[in-house]
T-cell receptor
Framework: GEDVEQSLFLSVREGDSSVINCTYT??????LYWYKQEPGAGLQLLTY?????DMKQDQRLTVLLNKKDKHLSLRIADTQTGDSAIYFC???????????FGKGTTLSVSS | DAGVTQSPTHLIKTRGQQVTLRCSPK?????VSWYQQALGQGPQFIFQ???????QRGNFPDRFSGHQFPNYSSELNVNALLLGDSALYLC???????????????FGEGSRLTVL
């Protein structure tokens, strides 16, 4: 496909784990990113992974990369109400330096 | 250490007018990219500046132009504004030094443009 694809919505309960999935377009992408956007705000860089890695962990965040399937996931452990936001997956394709974004996944956390 | 800063935060223009948005990159960064984010969408790449030159451009008309200054700050200019130009304009900075991307790519809070 031509687009970075993400599911649009995810709803979880506080304390549960959240897993947000993404399918990207270019098997030669160098970097893959996860950004968080709260209402009316800019994009906050959560984490990124270089294409030669399969996994990256940073506190409550775990990123898994499956290059064969061009699949990226973000797992948030012990999800809190403050994690409610829109999460964007993005790639830098092999040719170029521009980020290509998905449409974003809205994460709703209920207490 | 200030991150990426953008100004103004909000502005309202009318159709046909021109607008200039400004961006100061994170300290130590030399590359600035601009993105347009329409309501409910992911950001779309406009263009990127490195060493005061446009290095890559997305699918935007010539009404969108930019500039990078010797101190690495950047401006985005949009001429002959259309209603459809209403969006959040985001600036991102990174350090590349002429090589491939280093990974870190930080965004500012954006400038929200409303065209009436």
């Amino acid at each position: 496909g031509e687009d970075v694809e993400q599911s649009l919505f995810l709803s979880v309960r506080e304390g549960d784990s959240s897993v947000i999935n993404c399918t990207y377009t270019d098997s030669s992408s160098t970097y893959l990113y996860w950004y968080k956007q709260e209402p009316g705000a800019g994009l906050q860089l959560l984490t990124y992974i270089f294409s030669n890695m399969d996994m990256k962990q940073d506190q409550r965040l775990t990123v898994l990369l499956n290059k064969k399937d061009k699949h990226l996931s973000l797992r948030i452990a012990d999800t809190q109400t403050g994690d409610s936001a829109i999460y964007f997956c993005a790639e830098i394709p092999g040719e170029g330096t521009a980020l290509i974004f998905g449409k974003g996944t809205t994460l709703s956390v209920s207490s | 250490d200030a991150g990426v800063t953008q100004s103004p935060t909000h502005l309202i223009k009318t159709r046909g007018q021109q607008v200039t948005l400004r961006c100061s990159p994170k300290s130590g960064h030399d590359t600035v990219s601009w993105y347009q984010q329409a309501l409910g969408q992911g950001p779309q790449f406009i263009f990127q500046y490195y060493e005061e030159e446009e290095r890559q451009r997305g699918n935007f008309p010539d009404r969108f132009s930019g500039h990078q200054f010797p101190n690495y700050s950047s401006e985005l200019n949009v001429n002959a504004l259309l209603l459809g130009d209403s969006a959040l304009y985001l600036c991102a900075s990174s350090f590349e030094g002429g090589l491939s991307p280093s990974g870190e790519l930080f965004f500012g809070e954006g400038s929200r443009l409303t065209v009436l």
